[in-house]
């Protein structure tokens, strides 16, 4: 992710999520582009906001970024399509949602914002890739949408059940995904993460793994060829589900399960193996562009003579960061020298590491696979890479 800079005369920092510029105090915030956080002025006049670069243009806030402060949307009123019954002012990100919590429980609302700062992240990372993103709107039957909604109680951090409800699970069915709120919720999420013995669990993780499905049916399945090749590397996902579901809850995984998949999930079917390694290539990717944003710099070798030279971390094709000529080796290389930093900087605030997981060979292998879908380029896979 990158950072942004007002243009006022402090040039002041901004990030993905800002709402107002600290220095100068004006409104900031995404429009449909979803590519640049700016600054926008109010006109009195008439009641919009525009960009100084282009006054013609009238915005308006997202209704959710002006009633409740849960993104940070702009909406180009000259672009707004008006439909029927629905005088609904949604920003780019917003208008993928289907249900968004009960909002008559006030504690909903900051963990709405939490879903919602994930799913932009996760949206972020799509639209930069040039992933193709619908909402139902636009393509009713492949388009993607999301329910945010809870069966349980907020007050006691999602332990009750609530009578009136029916069952919510964090899921992805045909472009429609569901989050449980109780994700948002930190006490709920870290209890959940202990009792499966997880050791990464996160909202935008989440979010990762289910639009993850969602593209596995978008970029593969459609295509003979392309599901062919997926099974060589992920296995039959056509293996009964409910099947492997119970065989993995049964018994656990193998000791040497790492030298495969990236995490024990992964190993339950796999469709879940796809959507883990697709998760962790949109991190990878993510995190990446982070450092590429603050030239961060890196040498671990330990070595004095070559720490005297601090090399540049030596990310690939700069400007070419989503497309398809990056290769996948030099970005896989770049996290692996990478991700040792990450970890570094977490044991120095005596936190966890922030990645925990292994990439072995056949882990690049899989996610050289989605890297290479995702472009749409498997002629670019290499040959050594298939027949395994
Ligand atoms: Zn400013
Ligand atoms: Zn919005
Ligand atoms: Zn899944």
Redesign the pocket.
Known sequence: MKTFRCSCDNKQLLFFESSSCVSCQRVVGLDDAFNKVEPYDFDEESGCYFKARRPAARYQK????ADYN??N?MVNLDDLVPEDGNDEV??F??RFNETVPDLSIVEHIPLWKKM?AAKRRALYTLKALSLPLRNLRQDPENGLSFDFTTDRDVNDHFVSKLDYSESVFTGHDCGHITINLAEADDVARSQTKHAMNERYRTLLGHFRHELGHYYFDQLIVGSERKHALSKEYFGDDELDYQESLKKYYENKPADNWRDEFISEYATMHPYEDWAETWAHYMHIMDTLETAKNFSITGSITGDAADAEETDELNLPQDSKFFYSQTSITSVLDAWMEFSVILNSLNRSMGMNDAYPFVLSQPVREKISFIHHAIHNKFSLIKSSELGR
Request: proline residues 0%; charged residues 15%.
């Open positions: 997202c209704d959710n970024n849960v993104c949307g949604l920003c990100a917003c919602e």
